[in-house]
């Protein structure tokens, strides 16, 4: 079955840095456009980035464009999200997502929270 496990999450001084990773199985993961998604307390899930399947283009959200980068390792069947500057407003559970026969597939999420 589809299993996305995110981790590297943690606490993070404001203007820090954090690299997300998602260890994707279950699926042919060099197959597959992957995104990150991120939610915050009250508020909706929002996507962050997307990337294709052969990292060959990437997309990112307004609030997030020029602080990070996403990439994928297809051998380690791995997605990443390096962020960089990092905001207090930044605060949010960071989901991965996998859209595998029209069904969507997300992991358990990580906490970045951005805080002094």
């Known amino acids: 079955q589809v299993r996305l496990v995110e981790s590297g999450g943690g606490l993070v001084q404001p203007g820090g840095s954090l690299r997300l990773s998602c260890a994707a199985s279950?699926?042919?993961?060099?197959?597959?456009?992957m995104s990150w998604y991120r939610q915050a307390p009250g508020k909706e899930r929002e996507l962050v980035a997307s990337?294709?399947?052969?990292?060959?283009?990437?997309n990112y959200s307004d609030s997030m464009k020029g602080r990070c980068t996403i990439s994928r390792d297809n051998a380690k069947n791995t997605v990443y999200l390096q962020m960089n500057s990092l905001k207090p407003e930044d605060t949010a559970v960071y989901y991965c997502?996998?859209?595998?026969?029209?069904?969507?597939?997300w992991g358990q999420g990580t906490q970045v929270t951005v805080s002094s």
């Open positions: 997502k996998a859209r595998v026969y029209a069904n969507d597939y």
């Open positions: 279950g699926f042919t993961f060099s197959s597959r456009a």
């Open positions: 990337i294709t399947s052969t990292g060959g283009t990437t």
